[in-house]
C-alpha cells in the first residue's frame, strides 16, 4: 500500500506538472529561509489576485474563444469602483470612528467592484461581442481578439477622460494591528485580500463543478453544438459567462486598491501576468490556472527580490517561452482534446 | 401529425442545399431518410433541429410552428437531435454526459429515472460512467450519444447515422437500442448510409437526392423500387 502511494508520487513528480509544481515548492522554501518569510506573504497576496484574473482570462477564452486583451480594464473598473465607494465611508469613518463601517465599510466597497465588473462585463457583451457573434462567426478568433484590443483603449482612454490620469488610492482598508506568522507580520489588509479572493476561488470552483449552470458552462466550452442540442441557452451562458469573467478581474482590482491605486493603465500588468498563468497552465484550464497563478507570482517575487525590480517581467516571459517549447499544450495541458483543440 | 416540414429551403449561408423539402411523421413512426454522400441529409436533421435557420418553408411539431426556434428551443419543445459528429462533451464522464442530457428536465428523481432507463439499455455505459467521454471508443460514444440523447424524454428523436464507424455487431446492436425505443412508443427519425438495414427496419423511408426528395413510400416498398434498387443496392 505504502509502496503503491510512493510509487504514484514519483510518477506525478516526473509528469510536467508534477515537476513544475514540485520545484516551486522548494523554490519557495529555500526563497523563504534565505531572504524571511515576507517573500512568501508577497507570492501569496499576488498569487490570490492573480488567481482571480487569470480564472476570468480562462472563461473568456475557454468558453467563448475569446482572447481577451481588454481584461486588465475590468480590473481597473473594479478598482475605481472601489475607490469611490470607499472614499466617502472613510470620510464617514474619520468622524464616527466608532462606526459599523470601519469593519463592514471595505467590504461594501470591495462588493461594490465586484458588482461594477459583472455590470461592466455584461454591458460589453450587449455592445461589442454579441453584435460581432450575431453578424459572423467567421475568423472569430482574430477578430474578437482585435476587438479586446480596441475595447482596451477605448476603456483606458475614457478613464483618463472622465476620471482623469492621477492616481486613485487610498491609505488602507482596514486600520487594525498587522497579524504576526511565524516572525512575518501581514498587514490586515493584505490578508484580507488573500483571504477574499481564496474564498472567491474556491466558491467559483465549486459553482464550476457542481451546479447546473456550472456544468452547462463546461458543456458550452467543450461542445457548443452539444450544448445547445441538449437545451442549453447558448446566448444566457455567454452574457453569464463574460460578466462573471469580468467580475473576477473587478473584484481582484477592488480588493488590491490598498496597495495598487486606481489610473488609466492599471490593468496593464494584471492582463500580462494573467496571460503568462493562462499561457502557462494550459488553456483554458480553471485549476491549471490558479496553481499557476501561484506560480507565476513566485516567479515575479523572486525576480524582484534577487534579480531586481525592473525584471518582473523578462525572467517570467523567457522561462514561459522554455516551457512552451518543451510542453506546447502548457504544463497542465490535459490529455483529453477538447474543443479548443480540433 | 407529430411533425410536419413543408416546402424547407436550407443551406450554409448563401449555399442553398435543400430544394423544398416536405416530410410528416406520424406519433410512433419509425421513419428513415437514404441517400447518397452530400445529399443533405444531415442538413435536414440540422435544421429541424434548429441548428440553422431555413431560408424559406415550415417544420411544425405538435401542431406549433417552430421554424426559424434556436436549437436550444427547438431542444425544451422535445425534439431530441443525435448529431453524425456527437457532439458529446469529452472532459466530462459518462454520467455527466447523461445528466445534461436531461438538462431540460429539472427534477432530480426524474433525471436519475432517464438514467436508470438509459443504463438498462445501454449496460455497457453503466460499466463505464465514471470514465471520461473523450477516452471513450468510437462504438462506446456513439451509444453514449444515443443515451444522451433519450435522457430529456423526449417525444421525437433525430438520429444521423447511428451505424457510422461501427463494426456489423455494434450496429446490429445499436439500431436494436432503436427498436426498444420504438416499442417505448418513441417516434424516430433516422438518417442512414446502411440503405438495406434501414429500409428493413423502418416503416416509411424518403430517398434524398441534390437536396431533393425523390421518392418516398413504405419501406417495404422502397426496398423493391427498381431504382432504388440500382442507385444503391448495385442490383
Ligand atoms: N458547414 C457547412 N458549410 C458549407 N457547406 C456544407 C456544410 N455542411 C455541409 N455542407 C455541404 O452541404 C451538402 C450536404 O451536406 P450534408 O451533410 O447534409 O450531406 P449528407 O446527406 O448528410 O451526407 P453524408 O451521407 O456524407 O453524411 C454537402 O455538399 C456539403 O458539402
Ligand atoms: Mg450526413
Known sequence: MSKNIVADLTAWVRTAAGLSMTIAVIVAIAATIHTGPYLLVNTIVTGGMLALVATGLTLMLGVLNIPMFAHGEYFMIGSLTAYYIFTPISEFILEHPDSWLVTFGPFIAILGALIGGAIAGAISEKLVFGPLRRRSTDNWVMNSFLLTVGLSVLLVNLHQLIFGADFKGIVGYWQGMPISIAGAYISLDRALAFIISAVIVALFYLFMTYTRTGMAIRAVSQDITGAEIVGIDIEKIVLLTISLACALAAVSGGSLLFMIPSYPSVGLEPLYMAWFVVILSGLGNILGAVVGAFMVALLKVITVEYVGAGWDFVVPSALIMLILIFKPSGIFGSDVRGVLDK | ?235
Do not use: C
Not at chain 2, 435543400?18 to 421513419?31: A, F, P
Open chain 2, 1 to 235: 401529425m407529430l411533425l410536419e416540414v413543408k416546402n424547407l429551403n436550407a443551406g450554409y449561408g448563401y449555399l442553398q442545399i435543400l430544394r423544398d423539402v416536405s416530410l410528416q411523421i406520424d406519433k410512433g413512426e419509425y421513419v428513415g431518410i437514404v441517400g447518397p454522400n452530400g445529399a443533405g441529409k444531415s442538413t435536414t436533421m440540422k435544421t429541424i433541429a434548429g441548428l440553422i435557420s431555413p431560408m424559406s418553408g415550415s417544420v411544425v411539431f405538435n401542431g406549433e410552428d417552430i421554424t426559424g426556434l434556436s436549437g436550444s428551443a427547438v431542444a425544451k419543445k422535445g425534439i431530441s437531435f443525435v448529431s453524425e459528429e456527437m457532439n458529446l462533451f469529452v472532459n466530462m464522464t459518462v454520467q455527466e454526459n447523461l445528466y445534461m442530457g436531461a438538462y431540460t428536465i429539472k427534477e432530480k428523481h426524474l433525471k436519475n429515472e432517464r438514467l436508470d432507463f438509459v443504463f438498462e439499455l445501454f449496460p455497457r455505459l453503466a460499466e463505464r460512467k465514471k470514465q471520461l467521454a473523450g477516452t471513450m471508443s468510437g462504438g462506446e460514444r456513439k451509444m453514449l450519444a444515443i443515451g444522451r440523447g433519450m435522457m430529456s424524454n423526449p417525444s421525437l428523436m433525430l438520429v444521423d447515422e447511428p451505424s457510422f464507424g461501427l463494426a456489423p455487431q455494434l450496429t446490429t446492436s445499436v439500431f436494436a437500442s432503436l427498436e426498444v425505443l420504438i416499442k417505448n412508443g418513441m417516434t424516430i427519425l433516422v438518417v442512414e448510409q446502411n440503405v438495406t438495414k434501414t429500409l428493413a427496419v423502418t416503416d416509411r423511408g424518403y430517398v434524398l437526392e441534390n437536396g431533393k426528395v425523390g421518392l418516398e413510400g413504405n419501406s417495404a416498398d422502397l426496398a423493391e423500387d427498381s431504382y432504388v434498387r440500382k442507385v444503391f443496392l448495385g442490383v
